[in-house]
């Protein structure tokens, strides 16, 4: 009909695109800044050991960053990416049940697999939707997704601290295990 529009689907690529690198980075890569004090004093970590998990999730995603796109080319994106969150959502439930330091490295190693698992198919997936004249747009939104994680957190985490004590890190990777694990089953 005259005067009706369409929406490009691509765009509803990258809302998900969005929502898959807010849990893949912004909540399993990034989250781990915020979370990171009580963690340390929840585990008993030293400053070594704390910069050691961290240091895991890289490993982890490094590791699997190249690995995952050619899964993706062999299974395809949209299976690629909902494994890869699931094992996200698993790993930072592990993060949060986490009672040692060899636990929370294997934990947050784990993390860093999963996260790259979903982020670098989700940047290829959303870039085919897409003219090069409107690619970099609909990327840069995407990775965007990473930034909206920190502002999560950086705004969700300290309230959840203050709200549970002590342990209230563990809630917070309880409660970004939960986002990852419905953005798995929504991408």
């Known amino acids: 009909k005259t005067g009706q529009t369409t929406l490009h689907y691509g765009w509803v690529i990258v809302a998900v695109g969005v929502a898959v690198v807010v849990a893949a980075l912004g909540l399993g890569r990034f989250g781990y800044t915020v979370v990171l004090p009580g963690m340390k004093v929840g585990l008993g970590l030293d400053a070594v050991k704390a910069a050691d998990l961290a240091t895991g999730n890289m490993i982890g995603y490094l590791s699997f960053a190249v690995i995952s796109g050619m899964l993706a080319a062999r299974f395809g994106a949209r299976v690629v990416i909902s494994f890869f969150l699931l094992v996200t959502g698993a790993s930072m439930l592990l993060s949060g049940l986490a009672g040692s330091y060899p636990l929370a490295l ?66 917070a990777w309880f409660l970004f295990a939960a986002f990852a694990l419905v953005m798995a089953l929504l991408a």
């Not at 790259?116 to 004249?133: H, S």
């Not at 690619?135 to 990473?146: H, N």
């Not at 309230?159 to 004590?165: D, K």
Request: charged residues 10%; contains cysteine; aromatic residues 6%.
């Open 106 to 171: 294997a934990a947050r190693t784990l993390t860093g697999i999963g996260s790259a698992g979903a982020n670098i198919p989700v940047m290829a997936l959303v870039a085919v939707w897409f003219a090069p004249k409107r690619r970099g747009l609909a990327t840069g939104i995407t990775v965007s997704g990473a930034s909206f994680g920190l502002v999560i957190t950086g705004l969700l985490v300290p309230v959840i601290l203050r709200r549970c004590g002590p342990e209230g890190w563990r809630q």
